[in-house]
């Protein structure tokens, strides 16, 4: 019998449409929040004929409640975010209790800590932790994976780069660009000589080709940093750029040294927490470029020399929908048992490279 899959978070933008994603594959999920007023009218909305769908009360800030949501052996999907304020309270009770765990994040401070924290408790416990299980950072895990064992013993540095194309207006979530100011002034990370490094997000800049146009990224921590070099003993080099951030590249390439030392500065961090919270209460829920946008994502190997020796593009819907289909069929995958291993992993760890392949491609995204 296939295991329970739990949505926390299925209010949400995010949640919401993996809640959508996950029924209109069959499946029926537990929907999981902190507001049952709207949990309910969700339930029977995508429960169909058959009755609403069960649904569960949990608040971060109550974590016996978010503990009761999960069982051995359960699969718990989160779109609680911004993760590194609330997302501590899921990711423990899924490691503790020995459940496989998908989220959304694309936090670096709070990815590194699911790798350091979480992945050992998980490794005793038998939990599976498969954090950024969405457009970041999975597409850039498949990607390099591909181009890794395409360049095999003469892999020495890995390239990631994350392109958006298309659409018009608000191009984030309202939850995203909270989640974006909130880790503004945490520290990053890279992977350079061997080893994991903290530094500061865009300190790096990558311009590459996608999509028949040349792009500037900026450097941030990724889970290919943490899942990449595990692939390919002789890499000493990862790095991971975003395209997204248009005419305010520059800026924050060139702010990206002072930002330990903004940090420091009494106040900051609070003042830079409720700036967040305001853009929380201004903008809209929803992007507002409808599904217009396609996701580019382009890995690229070079050895000792720094020749390229191998080049691997995929292409994709628009990042939400692209999201909230990975996470469901990650989710379904693994209450079918598909899932190796214990800990936290990557995703071609978990599903291997085939499987990775099979899954990505149900969420649209294929090899250019
Ligand atoms: N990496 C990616 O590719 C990717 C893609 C999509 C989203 N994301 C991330 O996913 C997260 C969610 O994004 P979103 O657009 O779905 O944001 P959202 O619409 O604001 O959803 C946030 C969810 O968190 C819930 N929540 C807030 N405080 C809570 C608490 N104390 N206890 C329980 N639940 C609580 C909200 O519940 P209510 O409905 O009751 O307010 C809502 O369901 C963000 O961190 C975003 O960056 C990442």
Known sequence: MAARIVLFGATGHTGSRTAQALTTRGARPVLAGRDRGRLGPLATRLGG???????VTADVTDTASVRALVGPGDVLVTTVGPFLRLGEPAVAAAADVGAVYLDSTGEPPFLRRVFEEFGPRAERSGAVLLPAFGHDYVPGGLAGALALAEAGARA??????YALDGGRGQGFSRGTLVSLLGVALEPGFGWHGGRLAGEPTGARDWRFDAAG?????????GSEHL????LAPTVQEVGVYLDWFGPATSLAHRLAPVTPWLARVPGAPAGMTRLADLVGRRVAEAPTTGDGTRTHVVAEVRDAAGQRVSRVELSGPDPYAMTADLLAEGALRAAAGDVQGAGALGPVQAFGPAGLIALAATAGLTRA
């Open 49 to 55: 004929a058959a009755g609403p769908l069960e649904t």
């Open 156 to 161: 020495h540095r890995v390239d990631i780069g």
């Open 213 to 221: 146009r040349t792009r500037r990224g900026l450097s941030v921590g």
């Open 227 to 230: 899942t990449l070099p595990a």
